[in-house]
C-alpha cells in the first residue's frame, strides 16, 4: 500500500480485512495511527491502532463505557429511542464510576485465581467428553464441537447451572453473540427473555439452597459486597455473552496456532510446565479481541494526535496493538514462546480490564492441552490458508478448524 487512497472508508468492516487484519493495520499505524472509519448505516467511529494511544484511551474517563451514553447516541443517529435492557445494563462492563467502584469491588472475589484453578478437574473432564464425542465424528471441526461449547458449559458449571440446562445455554448463547439492539425481529429478544426468565429462577433457587457456585458466591456474600437481583442477574448475562465469546474465540484460535507451529506445540507438549507461562504470548499472537467494546467520548479527546470531538465512538484495536512495533520490537509478527512481558491488551486495561481474564486462561489452557496430549498427531484437514474467521466487530473467531484426529 502506498497510499490511503489504498483503503475505502469502510476499511476496518470488508472481508478482505476480516480474513488478513494484520498488513492492514501496520499501514494504518504508520500512516494514520487515529483512523476515521464509516459505518454503514451513516455516521463514523474512530480507530485507535498504536499501544500507547489505545492504553491511554483504555484508562482515559472521558471515553465512556456507560452503556446509557452509548444508547443516547444510538438513538440521536437513528431517530428512535433506543433503550437497554437492564440484563445489559448492570453488569460492570457497561457501567462507570462512581457505579462501577462497588460493583467492581463486590464482584473481584468471586472471580479471583483460586477459585478458576479449582475448576480445573471440572474443565479436564468437560474437555475430555467433548473430545470424546468429536473421536465418533468424520472429520471433526473442533470450533463447533469443542472451542464453542467448552466456555459455555465451564461458566454454565461456574454459575452452578444444572448439567440438564446446558443445551439451553448453548442456544441461548448463539443468540446473544449476535444481539443488536436495532433487530426489530422480535427472535433475539424472545431468547433474551427465555434466559432472563431462567436466571431470575436459577437466582431464587440459589438464595433459598446456596452453594459452593459463582452465582451462590455473589447472593450470599457480606452485606457490604452484596449485589442487587438486578445486578446478579446481569452479570450472568455478561458471563453468557463476554465470557463465553471471548474464550471461544481464544479457544479456537490457540488451537490454530499451534497446529501451524509444530515446532511450538512439540516444545509445550516436552515441558508441561510452560504452557502457563505461554498464555500470553499466545493469547497475544491470536489476538482473540479484535477491537475492545466500543467507546464513547463525553468531550473532546486528544489521541495520537488527532482531537477526537466529543460525542464519536472510539474503536481501539486491539489487533493493531498486540502487533505494534514500538511495544514488541522482537518480530511481532512471531509466535515466541520465550518472548519478554508479552504485555497484550486483549483483556483490557484499567478499569475495565476483564475479572474473567484468569479463567479465560485456565479454560484455554487445558483445551489446548487436553487435544495435543490426546491425539498428538492431529493435523488440519484443509490448507491454512482455507481456513475463515467470522466478521465481527469484537471477537475473531474462526468459523470452522476441521481437522484429521
Keep these: 500500500m502506498t497510499g490511503t487512497r489504498a483503503l475505502s472508508k469502510f476499511w ?12 492492514v493495520l501496520e499501514y494504518v499505524r504508520r500512516e494514520s495511527p487515529v483512523r476515521e472509519l464509516s459505518m454503514p448505516g451513516g455516521g463514523r467511529a474512530w480507530v ?3 499501544y500507547e494511544d489505545a492504553k491511554a484511551a483504555l484508562a482515559d474517563p472521558r471515553l465512556s463505557r456507560d452503556i446509557h451514553v452509548h444508547f443516547r447516541l444510538m438513538s440521536e443517529r437513528s431517530g428512535r429511542l433506543l433503550t437497554p435492557p437492564a440484563e445489559e445494563a448492570n453488569h460492570l462492563a457497561n457501567v462507570e464510576p462512581p457505579r462501577h467502584t462497588p460493583l467492581r469491588r463486590a464482584i473481584s472475589f468471586a472471580f479471583t485465581p483460586r477459585r478458576a484453578e479449582a475448576l480445573r478437574p471440572k474443565v479436564e473432564q468437560i474437555a475430555d467428553e467433548l473430545l470424546d464425542a ?5 472429520v471433526p471441526d473442533l470450533i463447533t464441537g469443542y472451542a464453542d461449547p467448552l466456555p459455555v458449559i465451564t461458566i454454565a458449571e461456574l454459575m452452578g447451572v444444572p448439567a440438564s440446562a446446558w443445551p439451553d445455554f448453548l442456544r441461548w448463547s448463539a443468540a446473544l453473540r449476535n444481539y443488536s439492539p436495532t433487530d426489530g425481529s422480535g427472535v433475539l429478544d424472545a431468547n ?5 426468565s431462567f436466571m431470575a429462577e436459577l437466582i431464587a433457587r440459589k438464595e433459598r439452597e446456596g452453594g459452593e ?5 455473589l447472593i450470599h456474600a457480606a452485606p457490604e459486597r452484596r449485589l442487587t437481583p438486578t445486578e446478579i442477574l446481569s452479570t450472568g448475562f455478561a458471563l453468557m455473552t463476554g465470557g463465553n465469546d471471548t474464550t471461544a474465540s481464544l479457544v479456537g484460535g490457540v488451537i490454530s496456532a499451534l497446529l501451524t507451529h509444530p515446532a511450538q ?13 505461554s498464555m500470553d504470548e499466545l493469547i497475544r499472537y491470536v489476538s482473540p479481541i479484535s477491537n475492545a467494546l466500543q467507546r464513547v467520548t463525553t468531550e473532546p479527546v486528544e489521541l495520537g494526535g488527532v482531537t477526537i470531538p466529543s460525542g464519536e465512538v472510539v474503536i481501539i484495536s486491539v489487533m ?12 511481532p509478527d512471531r509466535l515466541d514462546l520465550d518472548r519478554h512481558k508479552p504485555a497484550h491488551l486483549s483483556f483490557g486495561f484499567g478499569i475495565h480490564y476483564c475479572s474473567g481474564a484468569h ?10 492441552r487436553r487435544l495435543f496430549e490426546r491425539f498428538p498427531d492431529v493435523r488440519l484437514a484443509v490448507d491454512p490458508a482455507e481456513l475463515r474467521y467470522q466478521q465481527n466487530v469484537v471477537v475473531r473467531p474462526l468459523e470452522a478448524l476441521p481437522v484429521f484426529l
Design 12 to 23: 476496518m468492516l470488508t472481508n478482505d480485512f476480516t480474513q488478513n487484519p494484520f498488513p
Design 48 to 50: 485507535v491502532t498504536r
Design 134 to 138: 468429536l473421536v465418533a465424528g468424520p
Design 192 to 196: 433474551i427473555q427465555e434466559l432472563s
Design 213 to 217: 457456585d459463582l452465582l451462590s458466591a
Design 265 to 277: 506445540r512439540a516444545e509445550l507438549l516436552a515441558s508441561p510446565a510452560r504452557w502457563g507461562k
Design 320 to 331: 493493531s496493538t498486540n502487533r505494534d512495533e514500538e511495544q514488541f520490537p522482537d518480530h
Design 359 to 368: 479463567m479465560a486462561k485456565v479454560i484455554t489452557e487445558i483445551a489446548a
